[in-house]
C-alpha cells in the first residue's frame, strides 16, 4: 500500500461519492494504525506530525460523510409532517414554544363577529388653527 502525504483538501472530498469516501477513510485509518505501530517501534517526530495530520484528515472525511448524510435525510423529510429532532432548527426554548404564524393569525368566531358589529370608532379631531 502507498504512503499518502497525510493531508486530505476538503474541497475535493465534496465531489467524491460514498464509497469513495468510505475507501478514503479505511485507508487512512489503516494508514494511521500503521504509524502508530511505527511510533511504539521508535519513530522521529516527523511520524507524530504525521500523525497528526492523518487524525485531522480523518476527521474531514467524516465531516463530509455526515454533512451529506443530513442533506439526504432534509431532502426525505422535506414536506412530510414530522422531523427527527436534529434536523429542526435550533433556535431557542421559547421561540420553538412559541404559536406560529398560521396559530397566532386564527381569531375566534366571538372575537370575529365582536369586531364586525363593534367596529373602533373613529373621531374626528380640530386641528388648532
Do not use: C
Not at 465534496?14 to 505501530?37: C, F, P, Y
Amino acid at each position: 500500500m502507498r504512503q499518502s502525504s497525510g493531508k486530505v483538501k476538503t474541497g475535493q472530498l465534496w465531489s467524491k461519492n460514498k464509497a469513495d469516501l468510505a475507501k478514503q477513510l479505511s485507508e487512512l485509518k489503516t494508514e494511521l494504525g500503521q504509524l502508530r505501530v511505527q511510533k511504539i517501534a521508535g519513530g522521529s517526530a516527523s511520524k507524530l506530525t504525521k500523525i497528526h495530520d492523518l487524525r485531522k484528515s480523518i476527521a474531514k472525511v467524516l465531516t463530509v460523510i455526515n454533512a451529506n448524510q443530513r442533506a439526504q435525510l432534509r431532502l426525505f423529510y422535506k414536506g412530510k409532517k414530522y422531523i427527527p429532532l436534529d434536523l429542526r432548527p435550533k433556535q431557542t426554548r421559547a421561540i420553538r414554544r412559541r404559536l406560529s404564524k398560521h396559530e397566532s393569525s386564527q381569531v375566534l368566531e366571538k372575537t370575529k363577529k365582536r369586531t364586525t358589529h363593534f367596529p373602533q370608532r373613529k373621531y374626528a379631531i380640530k386641528a388648532e388653527a
